[in-house]
Structures are given as C-alpha cells and as structure tokens.
C-alpha cells in the first residue's frame, strides 16, 4: 500500500538568472511500512526533500499527498494539523521543550491535539524506549541518546502515516548511534511505521529497504536493498 507519492516536486530560491532549484522535479513513492534512507552530498538537498514531504515548507510546484491526502491543498491552519496528526519528525538536535519532562514532552503532540493519551499506549512506549525511570526528568537531566529517545517517543505518540527523521544520529557518539538506530528500526517493524531518514552514515543507510541519493536537487540513483 503506497502511503506517500511525491509528483514532480520542485523548490526555487531566487528568480531569473539567480534562480536556485533546491529540489528540481523530484518524483518517488513509498510504501507502508516501508524503511527509506535519503543521502547525499552537504548542499544537495536532502533536508529541504524532508521538509518538503513533512509540510514544514511549501514548494515553488509539485505534490506530496501522505494516506491520499494531497498537502499544499491545504490551508496553513489544516496543514498545521495534518502534519501533528499524521507526520513524526525528528531532528538532530531533538527539539525538545525545555521546562517539560519525558512524559510531557513525548505527549505534548496529543495534548496539542485535545486528544487524550493512552495510558496503557504511552507506558509501552516509555519502557520500549527504555525511559519509565526517567518519566519525570526534564532534558536537561538526560544525555544525548536519551533526549533522542525521547524526540522518537514524541513521534510515534500519535501513531502517524510516517515518520521522518533528519540527521537524528548526527549529534550522539557511535553507541548512542547504533541505540537509536535500532529503535527507529524496532518503531518500523513493532509499530509497521513508515520511516524515512536522511543520513550521511553510511552504515546506517545500508540498514534500510531503499536508499535514494540525492544530488543537486535530483534522484541520482536508486537502490533497493530488500
């Protein structure tokens, strides 16, 4: 089952002759489920693909239609929606509030949302990703790998169409990498999570089902892994 299609997306800086095209007419799917690394030399816009897909930016021309829901048809206030609803982002540097704690901050897409957290839904999450002792501990208080934890915890809370994780390896050592590198995994394969990941480890890129080179705005090449 596709969950992601992405038509002819194209995102230009400038006008003219200073016209600079981040993305140029980039067109790809995704199935359910599916595992997806995104790499690429720095400049060649992988991140703002990401941001493109998540809704966080709108592009110059093209589509991106996430469960049959096609985006920037969207009005600012519903796409603001539709991204808590249906998008998990993480990013590198975890993005977490700082006078919240673990429970509050992994909830705090549910509370946005006026929906009420599942308990029994929130306590699996917390010991998959090994935090029930640190439920009440403010960021802070936590190291890098933990913090990471609990940006993904964040994520998955509210069950999204996919997840998109940006770099989230990039600040934490080879350990802490490889500890949430398998829990991202753990979240695509428990959970059934879409995951699409932008990465410059290589490694982590041979873990996935598919991975896309990006370079100068374009698809560069495709492999599929499984």
Same mark, same amino acid.
């Not at 808590?84 to 897409?109: A, D, H, K, M, S």
């Not at 006026?114 to 308990?119: E, L």
């Not at 990471?148 to 990498?177: F, H, Y």
């Given at each position: ?116 957290? /599942?308990?029994?839904?929130? $306590? *699996?999450?917390?010991?998959? =990703?090994? &935090? !029930?002792?640190?439920?009440? %501990? ?34 934490? /050592?080879?350990?802490?990498? $490889? *500890?949430?590198?398998?829990? =991202?995994? &753990? !979240?695509?394969?428990?959970? %059934? ?34």
């Amino acid at each position: 089952m596709e969950i992601l299609k992405v038509e002819n997306l194209t995102k230009t800086y400038g006008k003219g002759e200073n016209a600079v095209h981040a993305i140029n007419n980039i067109s790809f799917s995704v199935e359910k489920g599916e595992f997806v690394a995104i790499v690429g030399s720095s400049g060649s816009g992988k991140s703002t693909l990401l941001h493109l897909i998540g809704g966080v930016d709108r592009p110059t021309s093209g589509k991106v239609i996430i469960d049959g829901e096609d985006i920037y048809k969207l009005s600012n206030d519903n796409l603001a929606i539709f991204r808590r609803r249906q998008v998990g982002l993480i990013y590198q540097f975890y993005n977490l509030i700082p006078i919240l704690n673990v429970v509050e901050n992994i909830t705090l897409p549910c509370n946005l949302d006026g929906r009420k957290v /599942d308990n029994n839904q929130l $306590e *699996e999450l917390l010991n998959t =990703l090994g &935090l !029930s002792d640190r439920r009440n %501990n403010l960021p802070n208080q936590l190291s890098g790998g933990q913090q990471q934890r609990v940006s993904i915890g964040r994520a998955i809370i509210n069950s999204p169409a996919i997840m998109l994780a940006d770099e989230p390896t990039g600040n934490l /050592d080879s350990k802490a990498s $490889e *500890e949430i590198v398998s829990l =991202l995994k &753990l !979240s695509n394969k428990k959970y %059934n999570q879409t995951l699409i990941m932008i990465t410059h480890d290589e490694k982590i890129a041979l873990e996935a089902d598919r991975i896309i080179t990006i370079e100068d705005g374009k698809i560069l090449k495709e492999d599929k892994r499984y």
